[in-house]
């Protein structure tokens, strides 16, 4: 006899997966007992048993983890709540609360007996559930039995068709620390497997195995890395089909720790993690704020920008200075209470600067300070007044302290001195002055004493600064000039001429053998120097000192107080001629009175007194000589010609003579 109620069996998922290794497979069964009667049915407990096992014919191997529960449908509620609890072993039993009270259930209802996450066990097939009712009542009143009913159903486990479970094993990946990516997935073994990378391109495939048994393998191949998020998308199809446009696909993302863009990313903003701090994109560029949104700050090695733009500039420190910029340009401070800072450059290239004033670096540098009427330059702490050294400096006018002092100013034309309120003109004191040209009527030292120049039509006057323009000199180095024209000169040096000189009718120079010809007479008040010949026709008188480099021919009269000829030949003012080393005479030497020969060493050696010529150490005589008178030797006397030797000499009082005698007058012999 069929039990009272009917009994129909469905599950979830359809079709039971079964579970593989380290991936179970859970699903759940759904018992639904309906009252098919137009009477109720009144049902003392409900058993469904499972079977247990790791075989294909076992639903579960871990009955522990199945979570039953029981409910009806209809609107009435139990009178009593029955319950739907695992009973022992491998049964699960729906009762009421009392074992003695059955449940009653009306007819069109049924009750759902639920048997939740069941772990499916791993080989497909199919299981039976046995289910066993003891229940009285229905349309013919069946009484209660004391055995049960017993009802067979099945369902079936599978093996799964297509891929499950497509997974990383770690979703988040550093790849800067080497970490590598392993996709996991589920499917049988009778499948070609592809995995694509974001763009579509193949990073992996499986192909599947040839083995005619079926398995449920698990996959885990080993990627690089991703450098940002990326899906990944795994393709399932038949053995040998190709990757297919259409079939089996699963998708997984995984994200990168430090993501990488190659393109670019586009966000509203970027915050931190522990620090709030973002970074807001804005139309113009970006906007850092801290993490209250307030503008935050960029702490950075360096900068390179194009522009800054900031309400505020200022060191690491409170102490430190500090910049602000309002609508007329920059501040510059230091500390917290808005002190006036200190600029420090190398230089500074500015069109406008606005200071009380400005110092160099050290106290006793030299400053400038700006009152109302300009600069003041100064030096040293006690505003001692200082120099201004510059090399251009571009003014209109320059001007003393005082009203009554000079100024200068500078029309197109060049500079205009100046002194006094009626701008009157004004002078020029200067150590040295270097200009192209000047233009003046007159120019005069640096006091009224001094000489000065006027500059008439016909070219320039020199005049001595006392009296009424009385001529001056003119002092130079060098003048290079046409013609000279002057009633006196004075040279302290060297005058040089290089073409004529004609002094009236008293002195002119000629052309061809350079020639100075005197018309009169010629005086010299220092010395006369002539380089190489010095000819006088008449008389040549000498106050001082007559050199001649090379030969002084006199046709006249030489007259001098003291005459000396390159050291050789001395005369001093009592008539006395020194003659310094040898002397050669081509002609006559007249002494009127007296002439004698001495040397160093031995004294005198030649020498006239009472018309006679005394000679003390050897006398020789290399030319012809003539002698009036007689002739003494003391000790001996040699006569020699250059080619025969010598001729006549004495010795130990002889006279020897080696060649012929001849005498012209008479020959005295005392023996």
């Known amino acids: 006899m069929p039990a009272l109620l009917n009994y129909e069996i469905v599950t979830d998922p359809t079709s039971l997966q079964v579970s593989s290794d380290g991936v179970p497979s859970v699903g759940t069964v759904y018992v639904i007992a309906s009252n098919t009667h137009q009477a109720a049915v009144d049902w003392y407990y409900i058993d469904v048993e499972i079977p247990v096992g790791k075989d294909a014919e076992h639903l579960t191997d871990d009955p522990d983890a199945i979570r039953p529960s029981i409910s009806k449908t209809g609107t009435r509620k139990w009178r009593a709540e029955p319950s739907f609890a695992r009973a022992g072993g491998t049964t699960f039993r729906a009762k009421g609360p009392s ?11 049924a009750l759902i007996l639920k048997l939740e996450n069941i772990p499916v066990s791993g080989k497909e097939g199919l299981v039976c559930l046995s289910i ?14 004391s055995g049960h009913y017993t009802t067979v159903l099945g369902v079936a486990k599978q093996t799964s068709k297509a891929p499950r479970n497509f997974r990383a094993e770690t979703s988040l990946l550093d790849g800067d620390a080497g970490d590598a990516l392993v996709l996991k997935w589920d499917g049988p073994s009778n499948l070609d497997y592809w995995v694509l990378d974001a763009t579509g391109t193949e990073v992996h495939h499986a192909p599947a195995s040839r083995h005619p048994v079926v398995t449920q393998d698990g996959y885990s191949p080993f990627l690089d890395a991703p450098r940002r998020g990326t899906t990944y998308t795994l393709v399932a199809a038949p053995a040998g089909a190709g990757l297919p446009g259409a079939g089996y696909f699963l998708t997984t993302t995984v994200h990168a720790l430090v993501p990488e863009f190659a393109s670019g990313t586009r966000t509203p903003w970027i915050e931190g993690t522990a620090a709030k701090g973002r970074v807001v994109f804005a139309s113009d560029g970006v906007a850092v704020q801290n993490d209250g949104h307030a503008p935050g700050r960029v ?15 200022r060191g690491r420190g409170d102490a430190d200075g500090w910049i602000d910029f309002p609508e007329s340009g920059v501040n510059v401070f230091h500390g917290p209470q808005r002190e006036a800072g200190t600029v420090t450059a190398g230089s500074a290239d500015v069109n406008s600067v606005k200071t009380k004033w400005v110092q160099g670096r050290t106290d006793s540098a030299g400053w400038i300070d700006f009152p109302d009427t300009g600069i003041e330059v100064f030096h040293g702490p006690n505003r001692d007044l200082g120099t201004v050294d510059a090399d251009t400096v571009k003014v209109r006018q320059v001007r003393g302290r005082n009203d009554a002092d000079g100024g200068i100013d500078f029309p197109e034309s060049g500079v205009n001195v100046f002194h006094g309120p009626q701008r009157e003109a004004g002078t020029v004191t200067a150590h040295r002055a270097d200009v192209t040209g000047v233009n003046t009527s007159w120019v005069q030292g640096r006091d009224g004493s001094a000489g000065w120049i006027e500059f008439p039509p016909a070219g320039l006057n020199v005049f001595q600064g006392a009296g009424d323009r009385q001529w001056g000199t003119v002092a130079a180095g060098k003048a290079d000039l046409d013609d000279l024209v002057t009633a006196r000169a004075l040279v302290k040096e060297r005058l040089t001429i290089q073409g004529g000189l004609t002094v009236g009718d008293v002195l002119e120079t000629q052309e061809g053998p350079s020639r100075l010809i005197v018309h009169g007479r010629l005086e010299a008040g220092d010395e006369v120097h002539a380089h190489r010949s010095l000819v006088v026709d008449g008389d040549l008188t000498v106050h001082g000192d007559v050199r001649p480099l090379r030969n002084l021919e006199v046709g006249g009269t030489v007259s001098a107080s003291d005459l ?18 040898e002397s050669v005479f081509e002609g006559k030497v007249n002494a009127n009175e007296h002439l004698s020969v001495r040397s160093a060493e031995a004294g005198w050696i030649l020498h006239t007194n009472d018309e006679k010529v005394a000679i003390q150490g050897d006398f020789w005589v290399s030319g ?10 003391n000790k001996h006397l040699s006569v020699r010609s250059e080619g025969v030797g010598w001729i006549l000499h004495t010795n130990d009082e002889k006279v020897a003579i080696q060649a012929d005698l001849r005498v012209h007058g008479s020959l005295h012999a005392d023996s």
């Open 564 to 581: 000396t000829v390159r050291g050789k030949l001395t005369t001093s003012g009592d008539h006395a001629l020194t003659v310094h080393g």
């Open 624 to 633: 012809e000589s003539l002698f009036h008178g007689k002739v003494n030797a």
């Open 132 to 145: 066993h009712e003891k229940s009285e009542g229905g349309d013919s009143g069946t009484p209660e039995r």
């Open 299 to 313: 702490s950075a090695d360096s900068a390179d920008v194009q522009s800054v733009k900031t309400a505020l500039v």
């Open 99 to 109: 074992d003695d009270d059955p449940v009653t259930l009306r007819r069109d209802e």
